[in-house]
């Protein structure tokens, strides 16, 4: 999966059970991570 497929699929509210970030991209991963605790989480 993409980041834009990621973001687009957790966007749509479709949120998978396990998630792996990896690559080289720090800041993709780190925006990656904060979008799915917002969506799970609701917020702060």
């Known amino acids: 999966m993409t980041h ?3 973001f687009s699929a957790l966007r749509a ?3 998978e059970k396990c ?3 990896e690559g080289e ?3 993709t991963k780190q925006a990656a991570l904060k979008a799915l ?3 799970i ?3 702060d």
Do not use: C, D, N, P
């Open 4 to 6: 834009s497929e990621f």
């Open 13 to 15: 509210g479709q949120i």
């Open 19 to 21: 998630y792996l970030f």
């Open 25 to 27: 991209e720090e800041f």
């Open 37 to 39: 605790r917002e969506k």
């Open 41 to 43: 989480a609701g917020g």
